[in-house]
């Protein structure tokens, strides 16, 4: 198991808009580049990318959650 | 010409000096370095003239490759330094030859890491600077924020303090769980009722997302203002006045919550009541505090605010002895 942790403190978001799907899920099997989530700071949004390709066993953050740099969002396991 | 070779900007890394100062009267903002001090001990440390234009990037910094050698710096919050991938230091005058790559990963503490390089960042003056003006796209490099790809200009360098001259742990900024923000009451905090104004500054304010180099807006309380019927020309809302010159580090607290403090890229006027106004000086505390932290006001008189600024300038004198060469 390893993890994903934010780079940038501010506001964690699962989804692209409030009225689309999540990026992911949890099980989601995802490949290098692919988006995990967003944090938005300085109003923008930006994208948390994988860095590798894995599976996001757990999220550890809702939609709208204060998150810092170096929380842990995602618990990840190889594929 | 020389010139240096973005990799990766980082998120917001912008060229900034010491700011386009004097230009108030037409609405232009100063911009500038916001952590003036980090600012000036990053050129002192590769032998820059006062003022030279360096880069400033929030949270994240930028990855960055060199064509010849030059003396490089890395002040401000505190964040992971590489060169080549090998870790190095600080704070600190650092050699780099064509080819090596200078990456200043995300920040442990504080916001805004410095990047100096011997020379300075040669982008043409604007209005008398260099730094960027994000919101109007002027200044700086292309007025934008760097991206990868970018090659930024680079001045001749001059004679540089030896590498691995350090500046001093007692001269380096210290990023506390809660920043304390010296503050000058007024312009309009008359508009407030006595009660808020004290609840304005007992209150630990937390900075939100919506905290960059126009201003910092916090959350934490909500605050009254004294009824009255509203003059002409300032609006119905309570939180209003007439239109004012904002000072750079002025707080405004549109609608009575979630007070603002502005700062170096802010509008330089509008017609919100501001409350007081933190001390220059502080600014660069505030500069350093990221989204999540927390802040607190303390009430200070002008000449305090002057005095604090003689002491930073001393500091600056400290840092500049501590580094020349011998």
Same mark, same amino acid.
């Given at each position: 198991m390893s993890t994903v942790d934010a780079q940038l403190p501010g506001v964690f978001y699962?989804?692209?808009?409030?009225?689309e799907d999540p990026? $992911?899920?949890?099980?989601s099997v995802v490949r290098p580049g692919q988006t995990l989530g967003l944090i938005e700071v300085m109003k923008t949004f930006n994208e948390v990318k994988a860095d590798r390709a894995c599976?996001?066993?757990? $999220?550890?953050l809702d939609d709208g959650d204060e998150v810092d740099v170096g929380q842990t969002m995602f618990e990840v396991d190889e594929p | 010409m020389s010139f240096l070779i973005v990799r990766s900007g980082g998120l917001s890394t912008t060229v900034q000096d010491t700011g386009r100062d004097g230009r108030y009267a037409i609405g232009m903002p100063p911009s500038g370095a916001v952590d003036q001090y980090s600012f000036a001990v990053a050129n002192l440390l590769v032998g820059n003239p006062d003022g030279a234009a360096v880069l400033e990037a929030t949270y994240l910094g930028p990855e960055l490759e060199f064509t010849d050698s030059r003396t490089v710096a890395v002040t401000g919050a505190d964040s992971g330094v590489t060169i080549n991938g090998e870790p190095a230091p600080p704070w600190q005058a650092l050699r780099v030859s064509a080819g090596d790559v200078l990456a200043v990963q995300q920040?442990?503490?504080?916001a805004r890491p410095y990047v100096a390089v011997g020379g300075?960042?040669?982008?043409p003056p604007y209005l008398g600077s260099r730094s960027t003006y994000m919101l109007t796209g002027?200044?700086?490099?292309?007025?934008r924020a760097l991206i990868s790809g970018d090659q930024l200009p680079l001045g001749e360098p001059g004679p540089a303090p030896a590498a691995g001259t350090e500046v001093p742990e007692e001269l380096r900024p210290d990023f506390p769980a809660a920043t304390e923000l010296r503050f000058v009451v007024?312009?309009?905090?008359?508009?407030?009722?006595g009660r808020a104004l004290e609840s304005f500054l007992s209150t630990e304010w937390k900075v939100t997302k919506d905290a960059d180099r126009v201003g910092y807006r916090l959350r934490g309380g909500s605050l009254e203002f004294v009824e009255r019927e509203q003059p002409?020309?300032?609006?119905?809302?309570?939180?209003n006045v007439v239109d004012l010159g904002y000072p750079v580090g002025s707080v405004q607290v549109p609608g009575g919550d979630e007070p603002i403090v502005l700062l170096n890229?802010?509008?330089?006027?509008?017609?919100?009541?501001?409350?007081g106004t933190v001390i220059s000086v502080d600014r660069d505390r505030l500069a350093q505090t990221r989204t999540g932290g927390r802040v607190h006001f303390v009430p200070v008189d002008v000449e305090a605010a002057m005095a604090a600024r003689q002491e930073r300038r001393a500091r600056l004198e400290k840092a500049r002895a501590a580094v020349a060469p011998a």
């Open positions: 699962r989804r692209p808009s409030p009225d990026f $992911i899920e949890p099980g599976r996001v066993s757990k $999220i550890l | 920040v442990r503490a504080g300075g960042i040669d982008v002027i200044g700086g490099f292309q007025g007024g312009l309009c905090a008359y508009r407030l009722t002409f020309g300032a609006g119905s809302d309570q939180a890229d802010a509008v330089t006027g509008g017609g919100y009541a501001t409350i």
